[in-house]
């Protein structure tokens, strides 16, 4: 059914052993149902991935999955794609009564104060979200704000363009402002803006960083670097960074 190696076939077994009793009858159309409807047609070899990783999605009827799935969709207001990208991302989701995933993700949503399709969104390019308790990420949002010098709802804005800066431990933040400082030869006051304004900047190493950054100065020669640094903060797309949910990289844990 599943096209996967007899080990890792024994593997499935003993982490999910109903699948050695009646679920085994129908787990072969289950399978489809996930692959074709759930999945959205993804490939039989992605489908079995998913399933090797999360077994229990093969114990429920065909029928039952794919009613659970239209149940997401429909609970979480968003497309089918959302949805089959983010049982991929996290199967879970579909073995969890809707409702309660529905209260999960509105808790993060609440947390962030973004709509809950955008949060979805965000779950399905950054899960680690959702690992956190909603009181802690709270928590880590004041702590972030208070050192970046901003507002929570600016901070949100950052974080939708690129979710593992809300996971940036603060230690790791405060290096990372000493080390671009000494690195650009600006103060590091000059540099809360533009984290904010550019917070997928964590998806460059120091090195590319600097060297983009000198191509601006050259670019605009006479301008002291702090006038870079502020006309890249308002202008972000000078940095040609990386494009939001393409470097999922964490952000310093």
Request: aromatic share 4%.
């Amino acid at each position: 059914i599943l096209k996967i190696p007899m080990d890792d076939a024994a593997l499935l077994a003993a982490k999910e052993p109903r699948l050695l009793g009646p679920a085994l009858h129908t787990s072969g159309a289950t399978f489809e149902a996930l692959r074709s409807v759930v999945l959205g047609g993804c490939t039989t070899e992605q489908a079995a991935a998913i399933v090797v990783y999360s077994p229990s999605l093969l114990c429920d009827p065909p029928d039952v999955i794919t009613a659970r799935f239209k149940a997401l969709v429909s609970v979480l207001a968003t497309s089918p794609p959302q949805v089959s990208a983010l049982v991929a991302k996290q199967p879970n989701v579909l073995t969890s009564p809707p409702d309660q995933v529905l209260r999960r993700t509105a808790a993060v949503a609440d947390v962030l104060g973004v709509s809950v399709p955008q949060t979805v969104d965000l779950l399905v390019h950054y899960p680690q979200l959702s690992i956190q308790p909603p009181y802690q990420l709270a928590g880590r949002l004041q702590v972030l704000a208070q050192l970046l010098r901003t507002d929570v709802s600016s901070l949100v804005k950052a974080i939708v363009k690129f979710p593992p800066f809300l996971m940036v431990n603060p230690n790791t933040l405060e290096e990372r402002m000493a080390a671009m400082s000494q690195l650009l030869g600006v103060p590091s006051d000059a540099l809360y803006g533009l984290l904010v304004a550019c917070p997928n900047i964590f998806a460059l190493n120091g090195a590319d960083f600097k060297q983009r950054f000198d191509t601006l100065c050259t670019l605009f020669p006479g301008m002291p670097p702090e006038g870079v640094v502020a006309l890249v903060r308002d202008n972000p797309q000078l940095l040609a960074l990386p494009e939001p949910h393409t470097q999922e990289q964490a952000a310093g844990k």
